[in-house]
């Protein structure tokens, strides 16, 4: 009987050690996928954004992205923690403050964190603009993030246009890019 045990049990760790590289094969490849957008949009490529629904940080719902077609969208990833995202905030906030009158919304997916903590950065940074919440981190893959923040940016056809911005994004990214989702630049 122990012997059946044991085998047993040799079983189910060989299973579960398959699920894990089957989960993480999975993972890699989603990513890669996600990937593959920045560098089409490089080459000048518009790939249509990958669309999602997320419940907002404020309790009012949810938000899609497919709901914003027909505006340019600034897609902000973030997280409480992250220094640099700490950095950007104002010039985020700015940015929607010059631009909502003209089409444009900027909207922050906030990622690996806490929603309370993501709350109280709203409002320490007092944001304004429609802040969501990734809390199973579907759009990391989606969007073949590499770190935090990113910014990506989407015309009024639903696509991703410009530059993908890794990293804290500046005031003249932010100008130069949105004129491009709004088809001026």
Partial sequence: MARRGKIALQTAAV???????????WQVVRTDQGRLLSSKVASGQ?????????????GQGTLSLADLRGKAVVV???????????????????????????????VGVDLQDL???????VERYEL???????????TWGRYGLSGLPET????????????????????????????????TA
């Fill in 76 to 106: 902000n990833f973030w997280a409480s923690w992250c220094a640099p995202c700490k950095d950007e905030a104002p010039t985020l906030e700015a940015a929607w403050q010059k631009w909502r009158d003209q089409d444009v919304v900027v």
């Fill in 15 to 25: 299973l579960v050690v398959g699920l894990l590289v089957a989960l993480l094969a």
């Fill in 152 to 183: 990506w940016f989407v015309d009024r056809e639903g696509r991703l246009v410009g530059e993908h911005v890794e990293g804290p994004v500046t005031a003249e990214e932010l100008d130069r890019n949105i004129r491009i989702a709004l088809g």
């Fill in 115 to 121: 929603s309370s903590d993501a709350r109280r950065f």
């Fill in 128 to 138: 304004t603009y429609p802040a969501l919440r990734d809390k199973h981190n579907w």
């Fill in 46 to 58: 518009k790939p249509q954004a990958p669309v999602f629904s997320l419940d907002r940080l404020d």
